[in-house]
């Protein structure tokens, strides 16, 4: 019997309970070792997945802001296909949708050049033209012009953009013509208007034409100035060579010798004569020159209108005193 009471199969068998037990507790121990190694391994591994998940997704989210760069660059102007030589690389949907971006901006690039050129050569034609050229918007406000217009009135390009037609003194004229132009159902209209320079008054044939449905019209303004004056001139000297002849006291005709004879001119003093009017004989055709000749002057007019046909002059001007 021991002192505490228990007996010594008593204690033995609590050793061997404690033993067990301490086993059992070495066991859990080892099992807790393995898991907690096991643990262990997998965080390292998928610390190691998640790190390189997160270099993955870094790289990604700055070939992203690559191409977003990319397309405010395009913006700008400042756009260099090489910035997105790694993107495109790429065989994901990211690095698809940047080649798809590269060759439209190629394209976009290669329009725009091909337009440049095409405006610098309209330019060029345009400013060739020695006539004003102008654009104008569906409420006659200045788009644009060519050189010729601008300088005509000493001022830059610069300074009729934006203006209303009719803000120069001395257009009132070709001002009344685009209004009413404008305001008309018309797609195309002509006219000669007179305008006011610095120093002159010139005329302009002006051709103007709607287009973009009628937003926007172009008008082409040639000089016609000494056609104008060439006019001018000619109805005064008509005017002139009219009232010489009524006031010449005979009869004063032109007759077409190299064809059936007829009248072409007579002045009025032929009524005096053979009691028609002037007009009567170039209506009636049937009369020739022969029925207004004075007998005694047939012989010297026919001299006359044979020479003048053997000098192949067409025409033959003759006139009898009364």
């Known amino acids: 019997m021991q002192a505490d009471g228990r007996s010594r199969e008593q204690l033995l068998a609590r050793i061997d309970e404690l033993e067990r037990q301490l086993a059992q507790a070495n066991v859990e121990k080892a099992n807790l070792e393995i898991l ?7 965080a390292t591994c998928l610390e190691n997945e998640v790190h390189q998940n997160n270099q993955e997704m870094l790289s990604y989210i700055q070939q992203v802001e690559k191409l977003t760069t990319a397309a405010v660059a395009v913006e700008t102007n400042t756009f260099e296909p090489e910035s997105l030589d790694g993107v495109t690389a790429r065989s994901d949907e990211l690095g698809g949708l940047a080649r ?8 976009l690039k290669t329009r725009e050049q ?10 060029a034609i ?5 006539g004003a050229i102008s654009w104008l918007d569906a409420n006659g406000v200045y788009m644009g012009l060519n050189r010729h217009l601008a300088e005509h009135w000493q001022l830059s390009q610069d300074a009729f953009i934006g203006k209303e037609v ?9 001002a009344e013509f685009i209004r009413q132009f404008l305001g008309s159902p ?22 103007a034409r709607k287009y973009q449905q009628g937003a926007a019209t172009v008008s082409v303004g040639i000089d016609v100035t000494e056609r104008k004056k060439t006019e001018e001139a000619l109805r005064r000297s008509e005017q002139w060579f009219r ?7 005979g009869a004063i005709y032109r007759c077409q010798c190299e064809a059936d004879w007829t009248m072409e001119f007579i002045s009025d003093a032929i009524a005096q004569i053979s009691g028609y009017a002037a007009s009567e004989f170039i209506q009636n055709q049937s009369r020739t020159f022969t029925s207004i000749i004075h007998p005694n002057d047939r012989e010297s007019i026919e001299t006359l209108i044979h020479q003048a046909v053997a000098a192949r002059h067409p025409y033959n001007l003759a006139y009898r005193i009364l």
């Open 114 to 123: 091909e337009l440049a050129a095409a405006s610098d050569r309209l330019e």
């Open 243 to 249: 009232t010489l002849i009524s006031n010449i006291p």
């Open 36 to 42: 907690v190694e096991t643990v262990t391994e997998h």
């Open 126 to 130: 345009l400013n060739a033209v020695p």
């Open 100 to 107: 798809v971006f590269a060759q439209m901006v190629k394209t």
């Open 166 to 174: 009719g803000f120069l003194k001395g257009s009132d004229g070709f």
């Open 186 to 207: 018309q797609d195309s209209a002509s006219e000669i208007v007179k305008v006011e320079g610095r120093d002159a008054v010139y005329y302009y044939l002006i051709a």
